[in-house]
């Protein structure tokens, strides 16, 4: 009996593609910490036969096309601590907003999609206890990012991302079952079910610094194929074979929601500062899987618009100066917003802070809650101005 511990470990990788449909593996420069559980999933489609026969059974099932896979997870967003510099994770930020534009020391800022956009499709490696999965052709339909100003852990600026994606691979973990020779490339293992073509694995000490592409899977044999080059060096029967990932490099500073400011105003002039004590701010894109266009391959083709939806919700104290929101509410004022993060105060913060623009917003009328802190909760509604587009922007600066 062979027995393989491994602890308990999950990290993901993103990094944007080149085109669809052509997987771009990750470095180690591409890892995101994810803070909470990520879960990716994707089902076949499976259909009953409509066939009469003299049973009240039926007889098969006929397989269809895998569903667009779905999936979300939490991590912190790091500024990069020097001007110009794209922050983490960078690749999840321009598929979630669809534009990025670089100023050398000087900015990277996230604009909207506009009509006519593809998708930024992302690459994404996710380690899982034991299993390593491969998803490509992901987009990142909905973001949120709350600004929260409590002196807690809970104040470190942690963003939750969901989406969809077309297309999965996976690599489980098992073991070889017989010594393989130096460049070997038919590799015999316990159980090659775990294992698809596409994905890279790591053989005993062979691969660990690229991996060893699948080329091909037999069941009936129990033989894994990797590429033409093979294993960097002789295997003895017994070692772990798993799924292959880049070490993990992170940089960047994390962000504070009370380093920063919430700050508004009506027309011309100058912006208020106004004291918060959450800002939440909220993007769902609307993409929606085309499942039903026909390529000749088990996987759905391609993501379409539905409708682009832009909310920020914020929470104050309730002071005297708080009823003006009513009469804004009502009479449907349109207000600009700057929401904003940093990781240190606002003043020394060069390099490590964010700032969400909206230049045309309105919001409900505000509800009270609490006891004896009573806080008002607004709803903010982003809306595209003449220029079109620029509902909301994301500067790190």
């Not at 670089?102 to 506009?114: G, K, P, R």
Request: glycine residues 8%; hydrophobic residues 40%; aromatic residues 8%.
């Amino acid at each position: 009996m062979v027995e393989i511990g491994i602890g308990q470990d999950q990290a993901i990788w993103a990094k944007i593609q080149g085109a669809k449909g052509t997987p771009e593996w990750p470095s180690a420069t591409d890892a995101v910490r994810v803070t909470g559980d990520g879960k990716f999933s994707q089902d076949r489609s499976l259909y009953d036969s409509k066939e009469k026969v003299l049973s009240l059974d039926p007889l098969e099932r006929v397989p269809g096309l895998y569903k667009a896979g779905e999936f979300s997870f939490p991590c912190y967003i790091r500024a990069a601590g020097a001007l110009g510099v794209v922050p983490v994770p960078a690749a999840i930020l321009k598929s979630w907003w669809g534009k990025e534009t670089i100023v050398t020391s000087t900015s990277v800022a996230y604009d909207l999609y506009t009509m006519d956009d593809a998708p930024v499709y992302l690459t994404v490696l996710v380690k899982n206890n034991f299993v390593t999965m491969l998803v490509y052709d992901l987009v990142v339909r909905k973001g949120t990012l709350p600004i929260i100003a409590a002196d807690s852990p809970d104040a470190i600026v942690e963003g939750s991302f969901s989406g969809e994606f077309l297309k999965s691979l996976i690599a489980g973990t098992d073991a070889t079952s017989q010594l393989e020779a130096l460049n070997a490339t038919a590799i015999h293992v316990v159980d090659a079910r775990k294992y698809e073509i596409g994905q890279k694995i790591i053989v005993g000490t062979s691969g660990v610094t690229a991996g060893h592409l699948i080329t091909d899977v037999d069941v009936s044999t129990n033989i894994v194929t990797i590429a033409a080059t093979g294993l960097e060096s002789e295997q003895a029967s017994g070692v772990v074979v798993k799924g292959w990932t880049p070490v993990i490099t992170t940089s960047g500073y994390l962000m504070h929601g009370r380093y920063g400011k919430y700050q508004e105003k009506i027309g011309a002039g100058a912006y208020t500062d106004v004291l918060i004590t959450e800002g939440v701010f909220e993007l769902d894109n609307g993409w929606e899987a085309s499942n039903d266009e026909k390529d000749d391959t088990d996987y759905g083709s391609s993501f379409s618009f539905s409708k682009r939806d832009i909310a920020c919700k914020i929470s104050r104290y309730v002071r005297s100066d708080g009823a003006v929101y009513r009469h804004e509410a009502n009479n449907m004022t349109q207000k600009l917003i700057k929401l904003q993060a940093a990781s240190g105060p606002y003043s020394l913060a060069s390099g490590k802070r964010f700032e969400i623009a909206m230049p045309n917003a309105q919001i409900d009328p505000p509800s009270e809650s609490g006891d004896t802190k009573r806080k008002y909760e607004i709803a903010l509604h982003a809306f595209a101005t003449a220029a079109l587009n620029d509902a909301a922007k994301l500067t790190f600066d």
